[in-house]
Nanobody, 122 residues
Framework: QVQLVESGGGLVQAGGSLRLSCAAS????????LGWFRQAPGKEREFVIA????????DYADSVKGRFTISRDNAKNTMSLQMNSLKPEDTAVYYC???????????????WGQGTQVTVSS
């Protein structure tokens, strides 16, 4: 069992930056791929970014490439999402999630946090 808790959301102006964190508890955290997803009002949950268990491989949605960076610290059971050059279309609830497979498919992620709101004003 893995429990995930996000933090760091908030309101920021377009062009600004935010850093989201995901704290994990429970055993075998290091076995899991970690990912970030987001869901805007009236839209489906979409993949944002993922990182393998050892941090060796990352995958970014085209919409965030060059602006967002993911990292993890297995010793501290944490994952971070650095978001730069934010745009109004980045506004959504952001969720961290854990999966055994390295994938973009939300259904493959077994564990989810409660989400944190990110709002980007124009």
């Amino acid at each position: 069992q893995v429990q995930l808790v996000e933090s760091g959301g908030g309101l920021v102006q377009a062009g600004g930056s935010l850093r989201l964190s995901c704290a994990a508890s429970g055993r075998t955290f290091t076995r899991y791929t970690l990912g970030w997803f987001r869901q805007a009002p009236g839209k489906e949950r979409e993949f944002v970014i993922a990182i393998t268990w050892n941090g060796a491989i990352t995958d970014y949605a085209d919409s965030v490439k060059g602006r967002f960076t993911i990292s993890r610290d297995n010793a501290k059971n944490t994952m971070s999402l650095q978001m730069n050059s934010l745009k109004p279309e980045d506004t959504a609830v952001y969720y961290c999630a854990a999966a055994i497979k390295f994938t973009r498919v939300p259904g493959a992620y077994e564990y989810w946090g409660q989400g944190t709101q990110v709002t980007v004003s124009s």
